[in-house]
């Protein structure tokens, strides 16, 4: 395909420590803040059929009373996001709920990146509107069209203003409409975002989600997430330092790094990536590990050899999802990804050959814009070579704004009939299978969908399965693989005894609390009380059985 065929394109370039004041004095001094009244209705329930429409609700109410639903979709940056906003309302006094039909506001934190993620947002803004709900929206779709039609007369908060997200919730409970869009700044720099320190209320009580940067260096024809999230902001390797140190005192076991590309970490403000990662290593205690989010081949070749070193780290996942999108050079200049097929393998060969079972991730998008059925055999050969274990096959949908948007496309039917050729030779191949019978240590942090497992990750970060017993969630468990199947595998548990990831580390929080363990050591109570009788190595030997069976 001739580079021409892309056509010419243009780049697209297109509260906490303020709540001791009253609500409107929090509104003084800051102009980006807007405050519509909005129209009174009669407020009878709505049928089936109705309109949507403004419930009304009382001109003055008690703060921190009311109950907020909140949904989040997209990346594991979004929903960082969405557990900032949640601890902020929690510390407030606003009660959380799963259950959207109780709740009084429904907050939506929102994602861009295709066109069903965001119909999923827009049909939930219906359906409470339906149903009378206030209703504030976040995340990069609002942020990224503030203009578009179905956001008109709802709040919305943007994505580095996730900070005041209690203002919002008041004033729209109030019947108001309040839009935060704009940008941070610090010392006459693009911030990384709303601040780290922020309270949290976390989905999951044993994993930390770290937002390293946000926006991105990139320019890709088809991302729309670059509209909302903007160029590269990072945060001080000090700031995510001490996030981590006081998540793991807290009791997460597991940290996840994200951004929309942590490859370009530290660029904006002289350092990198592997410097921030070895910091990092200093402070994940014994039994603990991180995962490193995704990051763009052009921006981690020269940094191959400190990311091998620790990556292979421990207490690193030797996991990477690095996003090659084509297997065509073609399609990747009309992609504007500012690498060539040569430059992925170039990263991936060089971690799989130092880094053993080394995981490796991908995306790959079918029927972009001008891609022939040769840009597409590429794509297969590519993914024939790597059997990657993790592939995440997506359609090329158009994206409103973006020049890939004005390309002309590929017919529907053969983009479908591409999309089930990638995902049958996907299925072809069982990436566990030489796992079987194997050991591996695993830390279990999750429920498995179904409900019926608890989800163990190996150092290569695959999923293996283990039975849903209390004593091993948050701990390191040794395993033997005793099934494989397509997406994980089953392990087997070869003893009780198990290792608590650190050394506070208390059972999962219930969700709808704020973040913050009061840590106990028994351990030092046992061990004052074997000195202070002076027990015989004997004695001690017994004492210390009983301890390890307590824990």
């Not at 779709?141 to 578009?148: D, E, L």
């Not at 020269?302 to 292979?312: G, I, P, Y």
Request: with cysteine.
């Amino acid at each position: 395909m001739p580079a021409s065929s892309c056509g010419e394109v243009d780049d697209i370039e297109d509260l906490v420590s303020s709540q001791d004041f009253m609500p409107n004095e929090r509104y003084l001094g800051k102009k980006s803040v807007t405050v519509r009244a909005r129209k009174r209705q009669h407020a009878d329930l709505p049928t089936e059929n109705a309109e949507p429409q403004e419930c009304e609700r009382p001109t003055s109410i008690i703060p921190g009373t009311q109950t907020i639903y909140i949904k989040s979709w997209g990346c594991a940056h979004n929903n960082s996001d969405g557990e900032y906003m949640a601890g902020q309302l929690a510390s407030f006094g606003y009660k959380l709920t799963d259950n959207k039909y109780e709740a009084d506001l429904w907050l939506l934190n929102s994602c861009t990146v295709k066109n069903p993620a965001e119909q999923h947002f827009r049909n939930e803004i219906e359906a409470g509107r339906k149903l009378g709900k206030a209703v504030v929206l976040a995340g990069c779709v609002p942020q990224g069209a503030p203009k578009a039609d179905f956001i008109h007369g709802l709040s919305v908060i943007g994505v580095q203003q996730i900070d005041r997200v209690v203002e919002v919730v008041e004033e729209t409970l109030k019947g108001h409409t309040v839009k935060l869009l704009g940008r941070k700044r610090q010392n006459g720099r693009k911030a990384g975002g709303a601040s780290l320190l922020l309270p949290k209320v976390r989905r999951n009580p044993l994993i930390e989600i770290i937002p390293v940067n946000t926006g991105c260096l990139n320019q890709c024809t088809y991302c729309k997430t670059k509209h909302a999230r903007g160029e590269l902001g990072s945060y001080p390797p000090e700031e995510i330092v001490a996030r981590a140190v006081t998540s793991f005192e807290e009791g997460v076991c597991e940290l996840w790094l994200t951004s929309e590309d942590t490859g370009t970490y530290g660029r904006d403000i002289g350092t990198n990536l592997p410097e921030l990662l070895w910091k990092l290593v200093d402070v994940i205690p014994a039994g603990c590990m991180m995962r490193v989010g995704m990051t763009n081949p052009p921006y981690i070749l020269e940094h191959l050899e400190e990311m091998a070193k620790v990556l292979a780290h421990p207490r690193v996942y030797s996991f990477l999802h690095i996003p090659v999108q084509s297997g065509s050079d073609a399609v990747l200049a009309c992609m504007k990804r500012e690498y060539c097929r040569a430059d992925f393998e170039r990263v991936a060969d060089f971690f799989l050959e130092r880094i053993p079972n080394m995981t490796i991730a991908t995306d790959i998008i079918c029927g972009f814009p001008g891609e022939t059925e040769e840009d597409f055999e590429d794509t297969m050969n590519l993914c024939r070579k790597y059997k990657f274990p993790s592939l995440f096959i997506n359609q090329f949908f158009p994206r409103p704004g973006t020049p890939a948007a004005r390309m002309e496309r590929v017919p529907a039917q053969e983009v479908k009939k591409r999309t089930k050729m990638l995902s049958e030779l996907f299925q072809s191949y069982k990436p566990y299978e030489h796992h079987l019978g194997k050991i591996h240590n695993v830390l279990v942090t999750e429920v498995s969908h179904d409900g019926k497992y608890y989800v163990g990750h190996t150092k290569a970060y695959e999923q293996v399965l283990v039975p849903k017993r209390p004593e091993l969630i948050g701990k390191m468990v040794t395993v033997k693989i005793i099934s494989t199947s397509k997406h994980s595998m089953m392990g087997k548990p070869l003893s009780s005894k198990t290792e608590w990831p650190s050394p506070g580390l208390a059972p999962p929080l219930p969700q709808g609390k704020v973040s913050g363990v009061n840590h106990t050591s028994e351990s030092k109570e046992s061990s004052g009380h074997a000195i202070r009788y002076s027990l015989a190595l004997l004695i001690i030997a017994v004492i210390a059985r009983v301890i390890w069976l307590i824990f």
